[in-house]
């Protein structure tokens, strides 16, 4: 547990400074978006994690490897980033480092992400009421994820973050229920 959160610690560390620098140059959207690809990349082939995690490949192999694949087809802020991060062994930090980016920028661009779960699938109107009216309430342009859960009966569940908001129909039934069952007579 605690090589994870000293992982997530130096991975945000990284992301942070590449964030800036990013800004200096008015790229962070675009590095954003260079990064979260390589960061796929690496995800979905494991032969290529393990290259880039493996100790036993020098460094310089493996910045052989890093260039002629991806030094081509991005700017060269986010190649010197790979090289920086190949040097001090922290590769395998990629897709954290990508993900706390991109949480780092929308934060910095006033963004916030809301899961909302509701029984049927929203039309787009209505969906558009609804991010108008969470970006409203909590003062940040809310970026939506819509998902479906008949179970809910009606209503609406909102994650922002750790905090989750349940306004659904199954909710306020079980709370009806528990307080008839608390105020019966014993």
Do not use: C, W
């Not at 090289?83 to 062994?89: D, E, F, H, Q, T």
């Not at 108008?132 to 998902?147: N, T």
């Not at 609406?156 to 973050?161: A, E, F, H, T, Y």
């Not at 989750?164 to 909710?171: K, Q």
Request: proline share 3%.
């Amino acid at each position: 547990m605690a090589i994870q959160s000293q992982n997530a610690s130096t991975a945000a560390t990284y992301a942070r400074s590449l964030l800036e620098l990013a800004q200096e140059r008015n790229q962070a959207e675009s590095i954003g978006k260079d990064l979260a690809g390589i960061a796929e990349v690496v995800k979905t082939n494991p032969t290529f994690s393990a290259f880039l995690r493996d100790p036993g490949i020098n460094l310089a192999e493996r910045a052989k490897v890093i260039d002629s694949v991806f030094k081509p087809q991005i700017d060269p802020l986010l190649a010197n980033f790979l090289g920086v991060l190949n040097v001090r062994n922290r590769l395998g930090l990629l897709e954290q480092i990508a993900s706390t980016y991109d949480d780092l920028l929308d934060e910095a661009m006033g963004k916030i992400e809301v899961d909302v779960t509701t029984a049927q699938r929203l039309s787009p109107e209505e969906l558009e009421q609804v991010r108008e009216k969470i970006s409203v309430a909590l003062k940040k342009d809310a970026v939506i994820h819509q998902y479906v859960d008949e179970s809910i009966i009606g209503g609406l569940v909102l994650r922002v973050g750790d905090k989750l908001i349940d306004a659904s129909v199954e909710t306020q039934l079980q709370t009806i229920k528990r307080q008839l069952l608390a105020a019966r007579p014993r």
